[in-house]
Structures are given as structure tokens and as C-alpha cells.
């Protein structure tokens, strides 16, 4: 799909959800050998209309998430392009075994796309958010990790995946429809490297530089984040995941091993179960909103 400013707003009130859907449909009319496994999730994944179009692409094994991971190797060890589409904590936890033996060891290229990642699923509540799965994931070898900032960039990502051999990988969808998107214009992506941006809100309105490191990559890690890191003085690190084995836990271990002189301070979710409720109300619980975040930095910008 053509990447323009009208088109980044459309694909922002569709959800990363539905535009997964597009986004494969697209994909399907130039790869015959793609296939999409669901885990009775088609239409809940964006994926009625595929189903429709592509009706020998698609499977459904219905709720066993489990045997979904193994017919995925299986497929995919016959040459298959396998993209598999569950809720996230249904893959990273219930199905994380097969994972492991299936994937990582065996290596089979299949493309996890994790569904309703962070807080997104609002009132299904904690049986169904997604907060501990990049910790899960990031410590199987041989598995990418990828969580695209918006559904500009997870348009870019499941093409990367789609024409290139990645080997396994999870790529995290987070947001619903009609969250904020960061990309305007359009942009080279590159896998394993992440974008170095720029707040513009900040300095119009309080004269203060301050940049924005866009880590869409979890795992391989982009090696020249030490050298952005070291850019500053202040790094404040936002995710929506528990604070334990996310990117605050990567961020932490880099600063620790080569010993960077920074003042570090993180917004992410603390180490308990939290309320259910509307995704925006959850954003502000967790302080993960526009609001908290601004002021989180200004304060961070005024401490001496």
C-alpha cells in the first residue's frame, strides 16, 4: 500500500489489527507460497476478507494454540511463508514450549503476529494482556522480536518478513483503532536498526531538544543503540510491558555492561496485576498517556 499522510491517518483509525489483515492481502497477490494459520481468531485478526480471496492460504486449527506452533513448522518446512496470528500471552505463554523446540531450535522461519500486545484488549483484562511476552520471546534463541511503532511501520515489517528469510520471529501489535501514529512521512525501513526522531511538541512549546529513539527492533538488537545512548545526558524509557525483561531490562543491561554514565528513568508497568478498563483509561493508570509522558520529561528536563 502506497505510504502518503491520508493513508498513515486511514490505517491509524483501522487498528493494527484490521490493517494486518490488508496489509496480508496485499502480500498475498505477490507470494503464492504464503500461508496464515489462525487459532479460530480470522475475523478477530483482521482476516475475513483473506479468507475469502485466499481460501487455500488460509487455516484455521481453532483454539489450540499449541498444535497451531506445530502444523506452522510443519508448513513452513515445506516452504511455506507462514505468518501465525493468536492473542499474545496465548502465544508467548500457552504455546511458548513449541515455541522454543519447534522454532528457535529447529529454526522454521514462521512469523509470530502476537494480536492485542500491551493493554490494548481493555475490558477481556489480564487473562488476555500482553505484558510479559517480549521478557518470553527475547530469551529463545534465534527468534526476532519486533514491535512496530505504529500501522505505517507494521506494514514495512510484515513485508521485510514476507520476501526475506528472517527465521522465526514475533512481531508485536499494540494500540487499537484510532491510537496516535509516529510516522507522517515516508521512511526507509531497515531490519535490526531502529529510528533516531526527533519530539517536535517538546520544542515548539517549552524550547527543549529532546529525541526519540524508535526501538521498532527488540531482538537482534541494533548495536549502534550504545552510540545513541551515549548522545545524552537523560534517557527515559517508555513501554508498554511489565518493567521486568522488556526493553527497560535491554536498555538497563546496556548501560550497566559498558558502564555509560546516564541519569535512566523508565515509564512501564509495574510487577502486579493491574485494573481492566477502557485502553485509554489503562494508558492513564499506567501512566503511559500523552499527558504523563510530557510531564515525566519536563520534569526529567528541569531536575538538575
Not at 497451531?68 to 508448513?75: E, K, N, P, R
Not at 481492566?276 to 483509561?281: E, R
Not at 501512566?287 to 510531564?295: A, F, Q, V
Amino acid at each position: 500500500m502506497k505510504f502518503n499522510l491520508a493513508n498513515a491517518k486511514q490505517w491509524s483509525r483501522m487498528g493494527p489489527r484490521a490493517m494486518f489483515g490488508q496489509f496480508m492481502l496485499e502480500i498475498a497477490q505477490k507470494n503464492k507460497d504464503l500461508m496464515i494459520l489462525s487459532a479460530d481468531l480470522g475475523r478477530s485478526s483482521g482476516l475475513a476478507r483473506f479468507k475469502s480471496e485466499f481460501p487455500d492460504q488460509y487455516l484455521s486449527v481453532g483454539i489450540s494454540e499449541q498444535n497451531l506452533i506445530g502444523v506452522a513448522a510443519g508448513l513452513a518446512n515445506e516452504g511455506h511463508k507462514v505468518f501465525v496470528t493468536s492473542f499474545a500471552p496465548f502465544l508467548s505463554m500457552r504455546a511458548s514450549e513449541q515455541i522454543r523446540m519447534n522454532l528457535g531450535y529447529m529454526k522454521h522461519g514462521v512469523n509470530l503476529v502476537a494480536l492485542g500486545s500491551g493493554l490494548s484488549m481493555g475490558f477481556l483484562g489480564n487473562s488476555h494482556y500482553g505484558l510479559e511476552d517480549v521478557a518470553i520471546m527475547r530469551t529463545i534463541p534465534n527468534m526476532n522480536v519486533t514491535c512496530p511503532a505504529d500501522c505505517a511501520e507494521l506494514g514495512k515489517v510484515l513485508n521485510d518478513y514476507a520476501f526475506n528469510h528472517r527465521g522465526p520471529s514475533y512481531i508485536r501489535l499494540t494500540g487499537i483503532p484510532g491510537s496516535d501514529f509516529l510516522y507522517e512521512n515516508d521512511y526507509q525501513y531497515n531490519f535490526g536498526k531502529n529510528k533516531n526522531l526527533f519530539i517536535e511538541k517538546i520544542k515548539k512549546k517549552y524550547d527543549y531538544n529532546v529525541g526519540l529513539i524508535n526501538v521498532s527492533t527488540i531482538k537482534p538488537f541494533d548495536k549502534n543503540l550504545k552510540k545513541m545512548i551515549k548522545r545524552y545526558k537523560k534517557i527515559l524509557v517508555i513501554e508498554e510491558h511489565t518493567s521486568i525483561g522488556g526493553l527497560c531490562s535491554i536498555i538497563s543491561e546496556i548501560i550497566a555492561r559498558n558502564n555509560i554514565n546516564i541519569d535512566f528513568s523508565k515509564i512501564s508497568l509495574s510487577d502486579k496485576f493491574g485494573p481492566t478498563g477502557k485502553y485509554d483509561f489503562l494508558l492513564k493508570y499506567h501512566r503511559l498517556d500523552e499527558t504523563s509522558i510530557t510531564n515525566k520529561i519536563l520534569k526529567l528536563l528541569k531536575k538538575k
